[in-house]
C-alpha cells in the first residue's frame, strides 16, 4: 500500500513539473506563438485537432461515469445481467460513424492547407524563369552552418537570414553534405533540405509579430545530422519592405573586400588572405563555398551559430572549433599561431557593410531593366 502511495506521488509531482515547464519558452522560438500565415494556418489545425480529442476525451469519460454509477452492484444487484447489444446495427452504425465524420472534419482543412502551402508556383514565370517580383531565398545546408543566397539580387549571405514582413518568401532547400531540415519555428512547419533534390515552400512573417520580438526570430535544423546537429541554429530578421530593400542594395554594393585600417586588421586580412580566402567568401556574391560567407560578419549577433559575438568567442572558435562544434569542417584546415588567430579575429569583427551604402533607385531600375529584357526574349520565342 506504502509503495503504491509513492508511486501515485510520483507520478502526481510529474504531472505538475510537466504542467509548469509546457509554459517554458521564448515567443521567437515557440509554434504556439505563430508569427505569420503559415505559422497561424498550421496553430489552428493544431487546435481543432485538440478540440477534438477533448470532445471524444469528455463524451467516453461522461458515458463511462454514467455506466459506471448506473451499474453498481448496489443498484441492480448480484444477479443483474447486462443487455446483450452484439449484432446491434444502429450502435455500431454509430460508434463507426463517428470517428469517420470526425476525421473527415480534421481532413478537409488539413488537406486545403497541405495544397495551399505548398503552391510555390508564383516564383517562377510561364516559361519556368525565375519570377523577379516575387522574394526568392535559395537555402543550402551544411554541416553545420547555413547559406541563404537571394538569386534576383545576386547576394549571398550567412548563418542570418534577413526577409521583408507581410510578404510571401519563396524558398528552395538544398542540402550540401547530408539531410538536413529547415525550420523557423514561429513561422511554420519544417521541411527537408536533401541531397539529391530541391524543396520549395514559402513562409510569410507579420510585422506585428515581428515588432514584438524584436524583429527577431531563431530558426533550427530540425533533422539529426551529425554530433553537431543541435547547434545548428540560425537567426531570421523580418524587416520592413523598406528596410529590407536598403538592406539588399547594401549588400549588392559590396563589389571589393573591405579593406581593414588598424595595424592589428590589417595584418589579420593579410593572414586571413593566405589561410582562409579559400574557403570564406569575403563579399556577398557567389555560393556553394566551403564555409560561411563572412562579408557582414562585424555587423552579426552570433558566432558559429549560438555564441555571443565578441572577440573573445571568436578566438576561441577559431583556436579550437572542435570543442565547440565536434564534427565541423573547419577544424584541422588551418594552422595559426595564437597571435595570428587574434589578429584574423580583430579583422572579422571589422567586417561590416555600411548602412545606407547601397541605392535602392538604381537596384530597382536594374531590377526592372532584367524583367523589360525577360519579356522580350519571351515574346522572341
Known amino acids: 500500500m506504502k509503495n503504491r502511495w509513492m508511486s501515485a506521488k510520483w507520478i ?60 453498481r452492484r448496489s443498484k441492480v444487484g448480484e444477479d443483474f445481467e447486462p443487455k446483450d447489444v452484439a449484432g446491434n446495427h444502429t450502435l455500431e452504425m454509430i460508434w463507426t460513424g463517428i470517428p469517420i465524420l470526425l476525421l473527415i472534419i480534421l481532413a478537409i482543412p488539413t488537406i486545403f492547407y497541405t495544397f495551399k502551402q505548398a503552391d510555390t508556383r508564383a516564383m517562377e514565370t510561364e516559361d519556368g524563369e525565375l519570377n523577379s517580383e516575387e522574394v526568392v531565398v535559395n537555402v543550402t545546408a551544411n554541416q553545420y552552418w547555413w547559406e541563404f543566397e537571394y538569386p534576383n539580387q545576386e547576394v549571398v549571405t550567412s548563418q542570418e537570414l534577413v526577409v521583408p514582413t507581410d510578404t510571401k518568401v519563396y524558398f528552395n532547400l538544398q542540402g550540401a553534405d547530408v539531410k538536413h531540415s529547415f525550420w523557423v519555428p514561429a513561422a511554420g512547419g519544417k521541411m527537408d533540405t536533401n541531397v539529391d533534390g530541391i524543396n520549395s515552400f514559402y513562409l510569410v512573417f507579420d510585422e506585428g509579430k515581428a515588432q514584438d ?6 530558426g533550427k535544423c530540425a533533422e539529426l545530422c551529425g554530433p553537431s546537429h543541435a547547434l545548428m541554429d540560425f537567426k531570421v530578421k523580418a524587416l520592413p519592405q523598406e528596410e529590407y530593400d536598403q538592406w539588399l542594395a547594401d549588400m549588392k554594393s559590396v563589389e571589393e573586400p573591405a579593406q581593414a585600417s588598424a595595424d592589428d586588421a590589417a595584418e589579420g586580412q593579410e593572414i586571413f588572405n593566405n589561410s582562409c580566402i579559400g574557403c570564406h567568401a569575403v563579399t556577398p556574391q557567389g555560393t556553394g563555398a566551403q564555409g560561411p560567407n563572412l562579408a557582414n560578419f562585424g555587423d552579426r549577433d552570433l558566432i558559429a551559430g549560438y555564441l555571443e559575438h565578441d572577440k573573445e568567442n571568436l578566438v576561441d572558435w577559431i583556436t579550437d572549433p572542435e570543442s565547440l562544434k565536434p564534427g565541423n569542417k573547419m577544424t584541422g584546415a588551418y594552422d595559426l599561431s595564437e597571435e595570428e588567430i587574434d589578429k584574423v579575429a580583430e579583422y572579422l569583427m571589422g567586417l561590416k557593410v555600411e548602412e545606407g551604402s547601397g541605392d535602392v533607385g538604381a537596384m530597382n531600375v536594374e531590377k526592372s531593366s532584367e524583367e523589360a529584357s525577360s519579356e522580350e526574349e519571351g515574346d522572341n520565342q
Not at 509531482?13 to 515557440?30: D, P, Q, R, T, W
Open 12 to 71: 502526481g509531482l510529474i504531472s505538475v513539473l510537466m504542467v509548469f515547464l509546457s509554459g517554458c519558452g521564448k515567443n521567437h522560438l515557440s509554434t504556439l506563438r505563430p508569427a505569420g500565415e503559415v505559422g497561424q494556418e498550421q496553430f489552428n489545425l493544431m487546435l481543432l485537432s485538440i478540440i477534438i480529442m477533448i470532445l471524444v476525451i469528455v463524451v467516453v469519460v461522461i458515458l463511462f461515469t454514467f455506466a459506471l454509477t448506473k451499474s
Open 213 to 218: 520580438s524584436d524583429r527577431l526570430f531563431y
